[in-house]
């Protein structure tokens, strides 16, 4: 006689809750690009592509679930790693101290700390996979939360020389918000590095309207607006 079967696990949603305003501005005036669908509340198998009327950004509605990573999306994602801390070596070559966001097992730190051999990295994520990331030292100091919540911005305040965020921004609900507490965390002068999907595709975070808000929010833009990796110094006036 067999024993009792194992409770079947049910699987991920495909996406997440439907949205009735942008991720981005808040605003609720979002339109069907050409060719798409346009918004649908409730549809269970599809994803339909929206922009915002006010500042264009375009982004699935409803998101995507996150799922697991491949095998061969993390040696993309290395590659990425490499590119983008070769990158900041062309503009901070020596910083102190430099906090990674959303940094789940800390794969960037570990890439990074090739060209970085003398810098302090912590790490933030909502999980606490940043504490196993600690435990194997591939960050000193491990934090577990989100950059709006009050206790890391307080404990952080102006803290580290760079701050990095990779694709973080188009999987949180407040991605400005977001955006302002790795400002607050980054000392004057410092610099913060923010990686998004390629701006070819889909995203809720695009390169244009990132880069305007980070100079509304006192920031000098190093980078352009044609590819996805954003580079940015904190002016000493900045907020």
Not at 74 to 93: D, E, F, Q, S
Not at 206 to 213: D, I, Q, Y
């Amino acid at each position: 006689m067999s024993g009792p079967s194992a409770p079947s696990v049910p699987p991920v949603p495909p996406y997440g809750p439907y949205r009735e305003d942008c991720p981005w501005c808040g605003s609720r005036r979002l339109r069907a690009r050409p060719g798409g669908d346009g918004p649908r509340q409730g549809a269970p198998h599809r994803s339909a592509l929206v922009r915002c009327h006010d500042c264009r950004h375009v982004f699935r509605n409803p998101p995507l679930t996150p799922g697991p990573e491949r095998p061969v999306v993390r040696a993309g994602v290395r590659l990425k790693h490499g590119r983008a801390a070769r990158a900041m070596v062309r503009r901070c070559p020596e910083p102190e101290s430099w906090l990674d966001v959303g940094t789940g097992d800390a794969d960037f730190p570990l890439t990074a700390r090739t060209y970085f051999p003398y810098t302090s990295f912590d790490g933030l994520d909502p999980t606490p996979r940043v504490l196993r990331a600690r435990a194997v030292e591939r960050v000193e100091e491990a934090f577990v939360g989100r950059l709006t919540d009050h206790h890391i911005a307080v404990r952080l305040r102006e803290r580290y020389d760079v701050v990095s965020l990779f694709q973080y921004l188009e999987r949180v609900a407040d991605p400005r918000a977001e955006l302002r507490g790795a400002l607050r965390v980054l000392r004057p002068g410092g610099h913060l590095l923010v990686d998004v999907p390629d701006p070819r595709r889909l995203s809720p975070v695009h390169p244009v309207g990132l880069s305007a808000e980070l100079v509304a929010q006192g920031c000098t833009v190093l980078t352009g607006t044609r590819g996805h990796r954003v580079i940015a110094r904190k002016d000493a006036s900045a907020p």
